[in-house]
C-alpha cells in the first residue's frame, strides 16, 4: 500500500520544527500580532491555514487536553499548507474557510455541548484535510478520463478517498505526528470519525445524507425533546456529517463581497477543467462551459438543489442561529437572478 501512494503522492520537503525551534505565539511570524488576532490574510505570511487552526486548537484549548506537540501540530500544518497543487479554488485558503466555518457551526445554539473535546478534534482535524491535495478537477471527470486515482479508489469518492490518506500520510513522520501521545484505541476512534466526516464531503453523498439528517430531526421532535440528545454513534456523526457538508457549502451563505470571490475562484477551475474536457474530446461539464450564463445559472441551480435545503434543515436544528445565513443566501440568489434576466 505504501509503494502504491508512494507513486500517487509525495510528501513535499517543507520546513519541520523540533523541540528546540521558537514557537511564534500565534503559530505563523508576523510583524503584526494584534492585527493576526482579527484578520488573517496576508498578515499571515501566506500562510492561512497554519495561523487559522493553530488558533482554533490554542482557543479550544487541545493543545492542552491532547498532549499535541507545539512543534508536532507546526510541522504537521506546514506540511498540510505545502500539499497543494496550483488550484484556484479548492487550495488552503478554502481549507482554512471551512476550519473556520466548523468552528464556528460547533458554537450553535442548541449543539454547542452536544459534542466531546474528542468530536471536536475529530471535527476539527478533518475541516483542515478535508480537500488537501485537490486536483481542481471532479470526481466525474477524474472517473472518465481513468485516471490513477479513479482506478486506485475504483471510482468510489476518489477525491475523498484521496484527502483523507494524504492526511493520514503526513501523520506518519515522527515530527509531525501530532497524535503520537493518543493511545492506539483513541487513534482508531478518531481516525474512524475523521475518515466518516470527510467522506461525507462527496457531493454524490448529499441526498442520502440529508434525508437521514431530516429524519433524525424529524424524530427528535417526534420524542418531545427540546434539546438535541445524541446517544449512538450513528446519530453523533450524522449531524457532525452535515455540519462538514454545510462547512463545506458555506461560501453561499456569506456576505455577496465574500462569496463574490469563491464563485469566481471556483469558475476559473470548472473554466479549466472545460478547457481539458474539450480538449481530450470528451462532453463539457454543464458548470465548465465558457458561457455569459454560466456562472448565475449553475450558482442559482446549485443554491436551489443543494445549499437551500441543507441550510434550511441545518437551520431547524440551531434555529435561530441559521436565520441571517438563510437571508444571506437568499438575497445572493436574488443577485444571480437580477443578473441573468439582465444577460437574456
Ligand atoms: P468540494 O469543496 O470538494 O465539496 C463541495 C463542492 O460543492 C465543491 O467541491 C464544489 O464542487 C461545489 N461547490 C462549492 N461551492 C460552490 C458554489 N458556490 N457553486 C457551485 N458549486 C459549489
Ligand atoms: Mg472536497
Ligand atoms: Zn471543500
Redesign the pocket.
Known amino acids: 500500500m505504501r509503494l502504491i501512494m508512494a507513486q500517487i503522492y509525495n510528501v513535499p520537503t517543507t520546513k519541520t520544527f523540533s523541540e528546540e525551534t521558537p514557537i511564534p505565539e500565534l503559530g505563523v511570524e508576523t510583524p503584526q500580532p494584534e492585527e493576526l488576532r482579527v484578520e488573517l490574510n496576508p498578515i499571515s505570511g501566506e500562510r492561512p491555514l497554519t495561523a487559522i487552526t493553530y488558533r482554533i486548537f490554542q482557543e479550544r484549548d487541545l493543545i492542552r487536553t491532547f498532549s499535541i506537540e507545539p512543534h508536532k501540530l507546526l510541522s504537521y500544518l506546514f506540511a498540510l499548507e505545502d500539499s497543494y497543487q496550483q488550484v484556484p479554488y479548492?487550495n488552503k485558503l478554502?481549507r482554512a474557510d471551512v476550519c473556520q466555518s466548523m468552528h464556528v457551526l460547533l458554537n450553535s445554539s442548541g449543539i454547542k455541548d452536544v459534542f466531546n473535546e474528542f468530536e471536536i478534534l475529530a471535527a476539527i482535524f478533518a475541516a483542515v484535510v478535508h480537500?488537501v491535495h485537490h486536483p481542481g478537477l471532479?470526481n466525474p471527470f477524474l472517473i472518465k478520463t481513468k485516471s490513477d486515482l479513479a482506478i486506485l479508489y475504483n471510482n468510489e469518492s476518489v477525491?475523498e478517498n484521496h484527502h483523507i490518506a494524504v492526511a493520514f500520510k503526513l501523520l506518519q513522520a515522527d515530527e509531525r505526528n501530532i497524535f503520537s501521545n493518543l493511545s492506539a484505541e483513541q487513534m482508531e476512534t478518531l481516525r474512524r470519525r475523521v475518515v466518516d466526516m470527510v467522506l461525507a464531503?462527496d457531493?454524490a453523498k448529499h441526498k442520502t445524507l440529508l434525508a437521514d439528517f431530516q429524519n433524525l430531526l424529524e424524530a427528535k421532535k417526534m420524542s418531545g425533546n427540546d434539546y438535541l440528545t445524541l446517544e449512538s454513534y450513528d446519530d453523533r456523526i450524522l449531524v457532525l456529517k452535515n455540519m462538514i457538508h454545510c462547512a463545506?457549502?458555506s461560501?453561499?451563505t456569506k456576505p455577496l463581497d465574500t462569496y463574490s470571490k469563491?464563485?469566481d475562484r471556483?469558475m476559473v477551475e470548472f473554466w479549466k477543467q472545460g478547457d481539458a474536457e474539450r480538449d481530450l474530446g470528451l462532453d463539457i461539464s454543464p458548470m465548465c462551459v465558457r458561457s455569459p450564463t454560466t456562472k448565475d445559472k449553475?450558482?442559482i441551480g446549485?443554491i436551489n438543489s443543494f445549499v437551500h435545503p441543507l441550510w434550511e434543515t441545518w437551520g431547524s436544528l440551531v434555529y435561530p442561529d441559521a436565520n441571517t445565513i438563510l437571508e444571506t443566501l437568499a438575497q445572493n440568489r436574488e443577485w444571480h437572478e437580477a443578473s441573468l434576466a439582465a444577460l437574456t
Do not use: A, K
Open positions: 479548492h478554502h480537500d471532479t477525491l464531503t457531493m463545506d457549502l461560501n453561499m469563491w464563485i471556483l449553475h450558482q446549485f
